[in-house]
């Protein structure tokens, strides 16, 4: 975990890593609500939960 502090508490390239995160979870959701099949709503679903457990990287990392 400490090779990841660097990255996490270094301001410019972690905004733009949850930037990007940002942009992907909007196209995410865009999908959920097209989605018509139940296996591919909840493969959406997972990919939004990780989306998600990336952006609390940085508290992970630092242990907040």
């Given at each position: 975990?400490?090779?990841?502090?660097?990255?996490?508490?270094?301001?410019?390239?972690?905004?733009?890593f949850?930037?990007?995160?940002?942009?992907?979870?909007?196209?995410?959701?865009?999908?959920?609500?097209?989605?018509?099949?139940?296996e591919?709503l909840?493969?959406l679903?997972?990919?939004?939960?990780?989306?998600?457990?990336?952006?609390?990287?940085?508290d992970?990392?630092?242990?907040?």
């Amino acid at each position: 975990m400490n090779k990841l502090k660097m990255f996490v508490n270094n301001p410019e390239l972690w905004e733009s890593f949850v930037k990007e995160l940002e942009v992907r979870l909007e196209a995410n959701h865009k999908q959920l609500e097209q989605v018509t099949e139940t296996e591919e709503l909840h493969r959406l679903q997972g990919v939004a939960r990780t989306l998600r457990a990336f952006m609390r990287l940085r508290d992970d990392v630092n242990g907040s």
